[in-house]
């Protein structure tokens, strides 16, 4: 299989490039894709390398590939918005190409948005292609599903993404290292720290207070946790902050769930040891170290069940914070 005539990024899920190599050189091109995966796993990516080897254009796009997704402080794809894009794809191309439709979050989309779509795709368009990205498989309905192409993302080794740091930005040896260990397989959220340290260093400032709040009374968690987190809303902003907290809690306890069984070298946030070395022995003087972080995990899937069921993120937040 000869990918190099093609452009794919080395971000890993080879097992996706090939399976796209394979169609572009068989000319067997499905009209729509459903790539599924978690965030910073190299959707997005792919998918717009996908559309560039499409269109055979290896430098940028042209005006028929069209975007879909999410507007600012908008919790769903609107149905005004999916027929703008449904209507931009029947237009004729402008370079007897491909038209390529990318469907950014696709669980995102309305039910009378997905509705819309599902008409489009049940009557496809010669040469026009859709590619929905989507985090869980269930968060489309089966009549959607069954229409489409579809392929897997996973977590990319670290190794790969730590040659990826090293070869494609010249990254530091040692952060590079650690970039790659925090990611837990995404490499895209690897190379954002790398290419802004700042927020990186702002990540790592909140995890230092997340494992300070749990060795605090009441008061002196609630005050960290305005420090994180002061938003009262429900806007878009506030729930996907609340879900970056989440995450980042979640990344810690199981740290230290590895810490307390001796296996280091698996820390997520190795540059964090020292700090989660501290806060195991605080937990360990309190009784069992690895019951209490069991509870941590349990207290987080619970607050994550809480945020989809629409309850307020700042209360969410509360509630873990003092029963943590």
């Known amino acids: 299989m000869s990918k190099e005539k093609y ?23 499905a009209q729509t894709y459903i790539f599924i995966g978690r965030d910073d796993l190299g959707k997005s990516t792919l998918a717009l390398a996908f559309a560039r080897n499409l269109q055979g254009n290896r430098e940028g796009f042209n005006s ?4 879909l997704q999410t507007l600012e402080d908008k919790k769903t794809i609107s ?10 794809l029947d237009l004729s191309s402008f370079s007897d190409s491909y038209k390529i439709g990318i469907i950014k979050e696709a669980e995102k ?18 040469k026009v292609i859709i590619i929905l990205l989507v985090a869980e498989e269930q968060a489309l309905p089966a009549t959607i599903l069954s229409r489409g192409q579809i392929l897997y993302f996973y977590p990319v080794p670290a190794a790969t993404i730590y040659d990826y740091l090293i070869d494609n930005y010249g990254a530091n040896r040692s952060l590079a290292k650690d970039l790659a260990n925090f990611s837990l397989g995404r ?14 260093r702002r990540y790592s400032a909140k995890a230092e207070s997340w494992l300070e709040l749990i060795a605090k009374d009441f008061n002196g968690r609630l005050e960290i946790l305005n420090n994180l987190f002061s938003d009262k809303t429900w ?35 190795s540059s964090l040891a020292p700090t989660l070395g501290q806060t195991l022995e605080y ?23 809480y945020l989809a069921a629409n309850v307020n993120p700042r209360l969410v937040l509360e509630q873990l914070a003092v029963n943590i």
């Open 7 to 29: 452009n794919w990024p080395k971000i890993g899920n080879d097992k996706v490039i090939d399976f796209l190599t394979r169609g572009l050189e068989n000319n067997k091109i």
């Open 64 to 67: 028929d590939l069209h975007i």
């Open 79 to 88: 149905i005004e918005q999916t027929r703008e894009f449904i209507k931009s």
């Open 109 to 126: 989309l309305s039910e009378e948005a997905k509705s819309a779509l599902l008409k489009t795709l049940e009557e496809p368009k010669d």
């Open 187 to 200: 490499p895209l959220l690897a190379a954002r720290f790398l290419e802004n340290p700042d927020d990186y």
């Open 235 to 269: 806007s878009k902003a506030a729930l996907a902050a609340a879900e970056e907290i989440l995450s980042l809690a979640e990344g810690l306890a199981r740290d230290l769930l590895l810490l307390s069984l001796d296996q280091s070298e698996r820390l997520q946030h």
């Open 283 to 305: 937990l360990n003087n309190g009784g069992s170290a690895t019951i209490q972080i069991l509870k941590q995990l349990k207290l987080i899937a619970q607050a994550r069940e």
